[in-house]
C-alpha cells in the first residue's frame, strides 16, 4: 500500500494543530494562574510642605486580588514631578531616594508612609491644609487609576515634611528628623 503524499501532509495536520492548540491553552492557563490584582487607595494625603520646592505624599494600597501588581510612576498638573522614593535607617542615619516601582503583592496593603515609602512632589504647587489636587497613579497590571490627595497639617500626615533633602542624591539625614 502506498501513500500518496497529499495524504501524508494530511494526516500530520491534525497534529500540528492539536500541539498548537495545547501550547495556546498553556500560555493561557499560565496567565490565568497568576491571577488578577484589585487595588485600591485609601487615606492619600499631605502634609503641608516645610519647603517650598518638595512635598511627601503618604496613602495606602490594597491589593484585594489574587495577582501581584506595582506602582511604578505617579503624575499631577499640581507639581513638576512625581517620584517614587523610599527612605531606609541604617544605623541611626536615614536616606532618601528614589526608587523604579513600589511591589504592591497579592493580599496585601502597602502603607507609604513617613520613614519609609512615599512619593515625593518636585516643585508643587502652593499647598495648604484643607486644599486637595488630583494624583494619577500607574500600575504595572491595573492601568491607571485618580485619587484625591488632601493637603492635612503636617502634624495631622504622620511627619515627613520635605525638610533635609537637599538635592535628591540620597544625602543622609537624623531618622529623628522625618
Do not use: K, W
Not at 44 to 65: F, H, I, K, Q, S
Amino acid at each position: 500500500m502506498t501513500i500518496e503524499p497529499s495524504r501524508r501532509h494530511s494526516t500530520r495536520a491534525p497534529g500540528r494543530v492539536l500541539l498548537a492548540l495545547l501550547a495556546a491553552l498553556a500560555v493561557l492557563g499560565a496567565a490565568c494562574a497568576q491571577g488578577s490584582p484589585a487595588i485600591s487607595v485609601a487615606n492619600a494625603r499631605t502634609p503641608e510642605p516645610a519647603m517650598a520646592d518638595l512635598a511627601a505624599v503618604y496613602l495606602d494600597l490594597a491589593n484585594d486580588g489574587d495577582g501581584d501588581d506595582a506602582l511604578v510612576a505617579a503624575e499631577t498638573d499640581h507639581a513638576a514631578d512625581v517620584e517614587l522614593h523610599e527612605t531606609v535607617v541604617e544605623d541611626g542615619v536615614a536616606t532618601m531616594g528614589e526608587i523604579e516601582e513600589i511591589p504592591v503583592p497579592a493580599g496585601e496593603t502597602v502603607e507609604l508612609t513617613t520613614g519609609g515609602l512615599h512619593l515625593m512632589l518636585i516643585d508643587p504647587e502652593p499647598l495648604a491644609p484643607g486644599d486637595a489636587f488630583d494624583l494619577t497613579l500607574e500600575l504595572a497590571e491595573s492601568g491607571t487609576m485618580d485619587v484625591e490627595v488632601e493637603v492635612v497639617d503636617a502634624a495631622e500626615a504622620g511627619g515627613h515634611n520635605g525638610a533635609d533633602h537637599g538635592d535628591h542624591d540620597d544625602e543622609g539625614h537624623d531618622a529623628d528628623e522625618d
